[in-house]
């Protein structure tokens, strides 16, 4: 994923993308293709298979808003980005208990896989050397139909033998 985020809900981001400015990527583009140049950035499945199979921890910078409305997943640790370094340096004195070392293989989820790239690259200058992030974001974890913890007050999805038949 390369370019501008476009909007989760479909629309086009504002202005009109005419004239000089259009050509040329943005600054904060251009820090974020940078950022991603030094990751090995994790497709949903992948990620997945690092949290069950090797350890890997993943981040998640979502703000609230977003967890309470599309949920979590299962077993991440859920920090703010504002306190992202803080809580993952483990010569920090406000560590987060999962911030066990440096080798720690940490793979940072956003909603749409923007901001983690920018995060990941942080926790690699703080020595976090296996700091990596999910491609996509939390959006391609739930599209792949990877495992979701819903918001609280979801209704509970019905099991086939719960589900209502037409018998008479």
């Known amino acids: 994923m390369t370019g501008t985020p476009q ?7 504002s202005g009109n993308g005419a004239g000089p400015a259009a050509a040329a990527p943005s600054r904060v583009d251009s820090l974020l293709e940078e950022a991603r140049s030094g990751l090995v950035r994790l497709a949903p499945e992948e990620a997945a298979h690092a949290q069950r199979e090797e350890g890997a921890l993943l981040v998640d910078i979502r703000y609230a808003e977003l967890r309470e409305r599309d949920g979590t997943i299962p077993g991440a640790l859920i920090v703010e980005r504002n306190e992202l370094e803080w809580r993952l340096d483990p010569t920090c004195p406000h560590r ?7 080798g720690l293989h940490v793979v940072v989820v956003c909603n749409e896989g923007y901001a983690s790239g920018l995060a990941a690259r942080s926790l690699r200058d703080l020595g976090l050397h296996r700091a990596t992030d999910l491609d996509g974001g939390f959006q391609a974890w739930r599209s792949a139909g990877l ?3 819903p918001p609280v007050g979801a209704p509970a999805p019905l099991r086939a033998e719960a589900r209502p038949t037409l018998e008479t």
């Open 96 to 102: 987060s208990p999962e911030a066990t070392g440096l």
């Open 147 to 149: 495992p979701v913890v």
């Open 7 to 13: 909007p989760a809900d479909g629309t086009e981001p």
